[in-house]
């Protein structure tokens, strides 16, 4: 199968004080996205960045940004990452009591729209969707944090979803990404393109790489590496 894999380096794992520095040094060692993880202390127990944030990197890279909401409640901040310009947003079902009404609200402000399982969400939330989605994302660790061990019962949930992906394009419906997020490095990130992921969240692995092991580059010279296995 030809297929187009995606890094996209969550900035939660990057130097807080330099950010604008930091997605220009990503985007120029070959990301794909930036991953743009937004918590509210509510929905998960930490606190990261909002629009503001979003707006001031956007001029810094051509790259999509593709923000991951882990907030509650969904819709009213929807419209202002949109006008801040995120090109991708996702959230948590569990987050937003109204799901559908939500996905059409984020294409309705001209982005891409994606849904987000926890570990233990069950798929069922894709049932009456799937028109309505441009990525799934599946966390692979429990959200809220970065630098956490990759969760293995995740490898048979991506197999889950790559099979009603494929199923849905045989019958007509439009592609979508199968993004995965946490836990993600050169030594697991095959076996996770083998599962059937095509977009990849990788933080503290892209943004803890030593300069020693060159940097940036270098951790993308060996995810492409790894990927170039599959
Ligand atoms: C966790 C975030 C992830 C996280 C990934 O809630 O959604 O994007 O930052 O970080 P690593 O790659 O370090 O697990
Ligand atoms: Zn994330």
């Known amino acids: 199968m030809t297929q187009a894999f995606r890094i996209a380096p969550s900035i939660l794992s990057a130097d807080f004080a330099r950010l604008g520095e930091e997605v220009r040094a990503v985007e120029a060692a070959g990301a794909d996205l930036i991953h743009f993880?937004?918590?509210?202390?509510?929905?998960?127990?930490?606190?990261?960045?909002?629009?503001?944030?979003?707006?001031?990197?956007?001029?810094?890279?051509q790259i999509p940004i593709d923000v991951h909401l882990m907030v509650s409640p969904v819709d009213r901040i929807v419209g202002d990452f949109a006008k801040a310009g995120a090109n991708l947003i996702?959230?948590?079902?569990?987050?937003?009591?109204?799901?559908?009404?939500?996905?059409?609200?984020?294409?309705?402000?001209?982005?891409?729209?994606?849904?987000?399982?926890?570990?233990?969400?069950?798929?069922?939330?894709?049932?009456?969707?799937?028109d309505k989605l441009?990525?799934?994302?599946?966390?692979?660790?429990?959200?809220?944090?970065?630098?956490?061990?990759?969760?293995?019962?995740?490898?048979p949930k991506i197999r889950a979803v790559r099979a009603r992906i494929d199923a849905h394009v045989a019958a007509g419906?439009?592609?979508?990404?199968?993004?995965v997020d946490g836990g993600v490095k050169v030594d697991n990130i095959a076996e996770v393109a083998r599962a059937g992921a095509d977009a990849f969240v990788a933080g503290s692995a892209v943004f803890g790489?030593?300069?020693?092991?060159?940097?940036?580059?270098?951790?993308?010279t060996r995810l492409r590496a790894a990927l170039a296995s599959v």
Not at 173 to 179: A, K, T
């Open 90 to 130: 996702s959230f948590h079902p569990e987050a937003s009591g109204h799901v559908d009404r939500t996905l059409q609200l984020i294409r309705d402000c001209g982005c891409r729209a994606g849904i987000v399982f926890n570990p233990a969400t069950p798929l069922c939330h894709l049932d009456h969707v799937m």
């Open 37 to 61: 993880d937004v918590m509210d202390n509510h929905y998960v127990p930490n606190l990261t960045i909002g629009p503001l944030v979003c707006e001031a990197l956007r001029p810094h890279v």
């Open 134 to 155: 441009d990525l799934i994302l599946l966390m692979s660790v429990n959200p809220g944090f970065g630098g956490q061990k990759f969760i293995a019962a995740t490898l």
């Open 173 to 179: 419906g439009q592609s979508i990404w199968l993004e």
């Open 209 to 220: 790489a030593a300069d020693a092991d060159g940097g940036y580059r270098g951790v993308f």
